[in-house]
């Protein structure tokens, strides 16, 4: 998560309602990365529920990819953008082999040449920059014998504080540029440098799918918010709405495909909308988004939200408090 401080733009229908403390708070974020704001949340008295939208799974290191590490250690790209954790520390273990693997071949040769070998350092041969401060960290706190590089970050951890930068500003037609990260995403970083001739590699480290019980715990919990909420005599419609936490446009299509799914089961099942466990629709919640891109898919729903430019618990805190959601 970024540490970064962000501004939060507020995209909320007015309401009445003062927040409650006891509010609830829905947690999209993968298994990884959810903790944190979890405790965060929880610590500042709110009623948070874990229910991963993402996992993250390794892919296969194919020989396109080791064939690009190989052209950035050798110096063939301008810079490099690391978009999460898990891209930097997968990254980070191939570029540890590789350079094993090198300086391991030039012992040899020194010795071949009646030269004794020596150990080089991990070095980057571009701008290294990193989305965000957990990313950061991932590179920053690798335990390495020895390494020489400095890790940037964009002032607001998204594309449009990437582009800002002067190391990725300055790029030009005939440049290149590699890219740390997982299946998907990125698309304005990607689609702006190639507009103005640079040329882009990436290595998809990961694949992000739906949890395979995403479907079951959104369930669980919607059960267990209706009960309550009817042993306590109110209706959904006067319930303060869930706030959702959502990082990514894969989550929230993971997320509004769960919600339409469970709404047409229930919906076929007679008097369904009288009793405790009565569907609920994407318009029942409210959203904290992550980024423009997010906050104009949510928008074109209808949907009540509000913006965030980082993910940093106290902002999403600050958020939630501030919002008329």
């Not at 739906?210 to 009960?227: E, G, K, L, S």
């Not at 074109?300 to 958020?319: C, F, G, H, M, N």
Request: proline fraction near 4%; charge should be neutral.
């Amino acid at each position: 998560m970024s540490g970064s401080s962000s501004k939060s733009t507020d995209c909320s229908q007015s309401s009445d309602k003062p927040l409650s403390l006891t509010r609830t708070v829905i947690n999209t974020r993968p298994v990884e990365r959810a903790a944190p704001l979890t405790r965060h949340l929880q610590a500042a008295g709110l009623t948070v529920v874990d229910i991963p939208m993402l996992a993250l799974e390794a892919c296969a290191s194919s020989d396109t990819d080791m064939r690009l590490m190989r052209q950035w250690l050798a110096g063939e790209y301008q810079a490099l953008v690391i978009v999460s954790p898990t891209a930097a520390a997968s990254g980070l273990a191939i570029w540890q082999l590789l350079e094993r693997e090198r300086q391991a071949n030039s012992v040899t040769d020194k010795e071949a040449k009646g030269t004794e070998g020596s150990s080089r350092l991990l070095s980057a041969l571009s701008h290294l920059i990193a989305v965000g401060e957990a990313t950061a960290a991932v590179l920053n706190e690798a335990k390495l014998p020895s390494a020489s590089y400095q890790v940037l970050q964009p002032a607001i951890a998204n594309n449009e504080g990437m582009l800002a930068m002067p190391e990725i500003d300055s790029l030009q037609a005939g440049d290149k540029l590699l890219v740390w990260r997982g299946l998907g995403g990125r698309r304005l970083l990607v689609d702006t440098l190639q507009a103005r001739g640079v040329h882009i590699d990436s290595i998809a480290w990961y694949e992000r799918k739906m949890p395979i019980n995403a479907m079951a715990q959104y369930q669980q919990w919607r059960q267990d918010f209706n009960n309550k909420n009817a042993t306590i005599g109110i209706t959904a419609s006067e319930q303060a709405k869930p706030i959702v936490i959502v990082s990514s446009g894969t989550a929230f299509e993971h997320w509004e495909s769960i919600v339409q799914a469970t709404k047409t089961i229930n919906l076929a099942a007679e008097n369904q909308a009288m009793s405790a466990n009565a569907p609920l629709k994407l318009s029942d919640f409210a959203y904290v988004v992550l980024g423009e891109r997010l906050a104009n898919m949510v928008a074109k729903k209808q949907l009540s939200y509000w913006r965030v430019e980082d993910l940093a618990p106290e902002t999403i805190l600050t958020a939630i408090n501030t919002t008329g959601l």
